[in-house]
């Protein structure tokens, strides 16, 4: 068996331009350009990278964006107060603070002073929780389990009564991602470091979502024949051959598993372009909430 891929930067594009199309559709109607504020702190050069990509995806689908950096050695008090007055600019519906912030900050602070209503990576408690509970629903959706979602929804007709198994508890990925399993009716295990035989749980999925930050750590013998495998991982590791030295891989060893996997996301060009994507989408929902007050 070889596995079908499932391409992140097809998937992606069709959103993006859902995206380009609605927020074209409210410039004309005369309606606020939607707009995402980015907040970096300090010099992490992949942080750079992300906010970067993040910028010149607003510019694609014209969404204006609004970049703010800080020094590394801001205070709490700064990166807080920034964050308060970008919640008051009317110009700004989302607002992203690029993770990891240096290790003096509070991050679940910083992100807890987020506006609810501009909280367009979904992490802040009260959208979390909404996630959890049933008959309540979050403003917003965190990106990269909603882009997981979106792929798995190309990808089975249902997930309805399919055993997931989700590799990872992050707040970022592991959790959200299970939630989401969950309110679409799948059997959901989640397990971790700690969980006893992880081959064996890990055999039992018909969906694999590998969200753990250890490369290649999923081998063959870990994946049912057929299940549809999620490698949400990405990892940079040494590779002499490389053009750089080194080059990027996931939390599933792809070439082994995609010979028995029924599908799976490639590392790079799978989860990664769909998180940028949820994020567009949840900057102009971030608009439309906005509309809604008005």
Request: with cysteine.
């Amino acid at each position: 068996m070889t596995a079908k891929i499932i391409d992140g930067k097809v998937i992606a594009a069709e959103v993006r331009e859902k995206v380009k199309e609605a927020v074209a559709e409210r410039v004309k109607a005369g309606k606020q350009v939607p707009g995402l504020a980015t907040v970096l702190v300090g010099e992490n050069p992949a942080s750079q990278v992300y906010v970067r990509s993040k910028r010149k995806a607003c510019a694609e689908v014209g969404i204006e964006s609004f970049g703010f950096e800080l020094p590394a050695t801001a205070t709490q008090q700064e990166v807080e107060s920034l964050v308060k007055e970008l919640n008051a600019d009317p110009k700004i519906h989302g607002i992203l603070v690029q993770l990891p912030l240096p290790s003096h900050l509070d991050d679940q602070a910083v992100l807890g002073a987020i506006s609810i209503e501009k909280d367009v990576d979904g992490f802040h408690p009260l959208n979390i929780g909404r996630l959890a509970m049933k008959g309540r629903d979050p403003l917003f959706v965190p990106c990269t389990p909603a882009g997981a979602m979106v792929m798995l929804e190309k990808t089975l007709p249902t997930l309805a009564g399919v055993n997931a198994v989700v590799l990872g508890r992050s707040n970022i990925v592991g959790m959200p991602v299970a939630l989401l399993l969950i309110r679409a009716n799948a059997t959901v295990t989640i397990c971790h470091s700690r969980s006893n035989d992880l081959p064996g749980i890990c055999r039992g999925a018909d969906v694999l979502i590998a969200a753990v930050g250890r490369p290649e750590m999923v081998k063959r013998d870990w994946v049912k024949p057929g299940a549809v495998v999620i490698d949400v991982g990405i990892n940079r590791i040494e590779d002499p051959n490389a053009p750089k030295g080194s080059r990027l891989v996931g939390d599933v060893a792809y070439d082994e598993v995609a010979e028995v996997a029924g599908a799976i996301t490639p590392v790079p060009g799978g989860v990664g372009p769909m998180t940028i994507a949820m994020l567009m989408q949840n900057t102009l929902r971030g608009a439309e909430l906005a509309d809604a007050k008005a």
